[in-house]
């Protein structure tokens, strides 16, 4: 995904009380800094300057243009001299787009022996930007705060975050994800209410019938399959049965064949993402298995057993992390390692983790799978590498939904698991094993969650201003008691927060 095709308009704000002369000063700067900005490999997404506004009629106007704009994923707003807050009220009042409060100011330093009453009035955002803020606390509006030199490294990495964040929320106005079949039968935490989730979050959720697909994957034809199954052979170390010759070829074309059905049926329908069922596969040969990681891979959104939610979710994170290094994958905490000395969580699912965060080359396997009642469907097995991580996991609390991330610290695979017949990572939650998983439980975390190797907290927490829900973070710092009280409090503020 081309995020530099997006843009986020830098707007400055003033009045006109400082004379022209100054008005043109605050607009060279404010060219200067977008300039920086987007020479800087640190900004993923295009900056694009706009005139100051310094009356209610340009700030209204260049909201309304932002709302309108396809391409613009937010604002990012910057008041160089005093720009009186009234001004401001209309246009906030009707924008759409998330917005960033840049508190910064062009000269970095004081310039001690120069310093005069023109220097004041030129660089008063030390002031004017504390204006600024009082009238978007006052309209309860989100917004993230970056305060630092335009020209820090902080101050870019803190603008990177939201921009990518802002590219994942604008990914999902308007997206559409399929969920093939139902949920699976009883599972609570992957249901949840669809029509406030196209609501909230911008993107709809609707049903096919397995048939639909099934039909599209019977209309592969042999030639495509034949090319498809080449790829598997050139990209991955093919297991002997499924080789030219091997007595489980013919699963390799089946697996081929549904990885091109399914993605005939997203390319077709506009799709961004999809789940589906090991409960309502019918006239389906395999469950997709390989099919999924490769277009997990590919930017597609996906997760198991109906769970919408988090499908939506592996969506948006890919959009956060393109062109970063590691990945995204859908995951689930499957098992555990409670050696006191060495307390780990491996993750993993029946067949569907993301070949994006694959360690090495991954090997293409079939075993037998114990549920659904399928073919042995293929799949990539490999590990996963070591270094900081996260799980991200969005639930339904019926009031409103919560974004839940656990940071965590995967560590390498020092045993072979040599028949463990699915790809797999291994971490530690922080703070710890026991107030990690303590603290997911008592949020109503999903087993389900979007793992990532390229994204942090702060991607997440800009997301979920955004989206305008609630944001739990389980990191290095959680005490349980604290985060408890946490979990309280919010509950009386989203009682309130309607
Ligand atoms: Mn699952």
Known sequence: MELKKLAVWFITGSQHLYG????????????????????????PVEIVYKPTVTTPEEIYNVMMAANAEKNVIGIVAWMHTFSPAKMWINGLKILQKPLLHLHTQFNRDIPWDKIDMDFMNLNQSAHGDREFGFIVSRLRRNRKVVVGHWQDEATLQSIDAWARAAAGWHDWQGARFVRFGDNMRYVAVTDGDKVEAEYKFGYAVNTHGIGDLVKLINEVDDAAVNTLMQEYEDR??????????????????DAAKIEL???????????????????????MVQLPGIAAQRLMKAGYGFAGEG???????VRAMKVMGSGLPGGNSFMEDYTYHFDPSNQLVLGSHMLEICESIAEGKPSCEVHPLGIGGKADPVRLVFNSAAGPGLNASIIDMGNRFRLLVNEVEAVKATEALPHLPVARVLWKPYPDMKTGCAAWILAGGAHHTCYSQNLTAEHLEDFADMADIEFALIGKDTRLSQFKNELRWSEVYYQLHK
Do not use: C, M
């Not at 991955?236 to 074309?253: D, E, F, N, T």
């Not at 769970?307 to 979710?313: I, N, Q, S």
């Open 307 to 313: 769970d919408w939610k988090t499908a939506a979710l």
């Open 236 to 253: 991955y170390l093919l297991a002997a049965p499924l080789r030219k010759g091997g007595a489980q070829r013919q699963s390799l074309y």
């Open 261 to 283: 059905g399914l993605k005939h049926f997203l390319e077709a329908g506009n799709i961004k993402g999809f789940s589906d069922t090991f409960e309502d596969l019918h006239g």
């Open 20 to 43: 022209e002369e100054t008005l043109k000063q605050v607009a060279e700067h404010s060219q200067v800094i977008v300039k920086a900005l987007n020479a800087s490999s640190q900004i």
